[in-house]
C-alpha cells in the first residue's frame, strides 16, 4: 500500500479505526510527521486531539539513525545493544539526551499552547507517519503509561514487522496498515509525497486541527 500523502494516510487508517469511535478515544500525533495523519483520525473519530513530543537519540556519526529516545518528562528509552554496539558511553548518552531534551522541550513551547489533555482512564492512540525502529514510539507508550489510561493503540500507515512485534510488548494493541516483513525499511518509501516538514507548517495545520 502506497499512500498519495500523509493526510491520505490518516483517513485510511480512520478507516481501520472506525471501532474505536464509540471508546470516547483521545489522539496523540508524534511531531512532525504525525500531525497531519493525527488531525485526520481526530476529524474522522471525533476525538480530541493532542501531541506526545518525544524525539529520537541520534548517532553521533550517524544522525539520522538513532540509539532510542526521549520524552518531555525525561523518559529515555535506548536501544541497548545498538549502544553496545556503537560503543557509547553513560557521559557520551547523557550529552546526547540533555541535547535532545533542549530540542524536545523547545517543541512544546512552540507546539503546545496549553496544558496537555487528562489521559487517565481513557482510550490513547498514538500516531506518527509511520515507524522506523520503533523506539521512539516505545518513549512515547511508556511517557502515556505513567498517567494510567484505560488502554494505549499505537495505530501507523506502515511499518516494519520487527517494530510491530517490539511494540506488542509496550502498548495494548499495535495497527499498522501495511507491514514490511523484511528488507531494509524507509516510511518515505511508502509514500508518493513525503515532505520535511516546517514549525511552520505544523502550526498552520494545528490551527486547522487545534488541539483540544
Avoid at 560503543?87 to 548518552?93: V, Y
Amino acid at each position: 500500500m502506497i499512500f498519495r500523502d500523509r493526510r491520505e494516510a490518516g483517513q485510511k487508517l480512520a478507516a481501520k479505526l472506525e471501532a474505536y469511535r464509540s471508546q470516547d478515544p483521545v489522539i496523540l500525533a508524534i511531531p512532525r510527521g504525525g500531525v497531519p495523519v493525527g488531525c485526520e483520525l481526530s476529524r474522522a473519530l471525533r476525538a480530541p486531539f493532542d501531541l506526545i513530543i518525544p524525539r529520537k537519540l541520534p548517532i553521533p556519526y550517524n544522525p539520522e539513525a538513532g540509539f532510542g529516545a526521549v520524552t518531555p518528562d525525561g523518559t529515555v528509552v535506548l536501544n541497548e545493544a545498538l549502544v553496545r554496539d556503537i560503543g557509547l558511553s553513560r557521559a557520551d548518552i547523557d550529552n546526547i539526551v540533555m541535547t535532545v531534551l533542549g530540542e524536545v522541550q523547545r517543541r512544546v513551547k512552540v507546539y503546545r499552547p496549553g496544558p496537555p489533555l487528562e489521559l487517565r482512564g481513557k482510550t490513547v492512540i498514538i500516531t506518527d507517519d509511520g515507524l522506523a525502529s520503533g523506539y521512539t514510539m516505545i518513549a512515547a507508550v511508556r511517557a502515556v503509561k505513567k498517567q494510567s489510561p484505560k488502554k494505549v493503540v499505537v495505530a501507523v500507515p506502515c511499518s516494519p514487522r520487527s517494530s510491530v512485534e517490539r511494540l506488542k510488548e509496550e502498548a495494548d494493541e499495535v495497527i499498522s496498515l501495511t507491514v514490511q516483513e523484511y528488507g531494509s525499511f524507509a516510511v518515505a518509501s511508502y509514500y508518493e509525497e513525503f515532505p520535511d516538514l516546517s514549525d511552520g507548517e505544523v502550526l498552520a495545520m494545528l490551527g486547522t486541527c487545534p488541539i483540544s
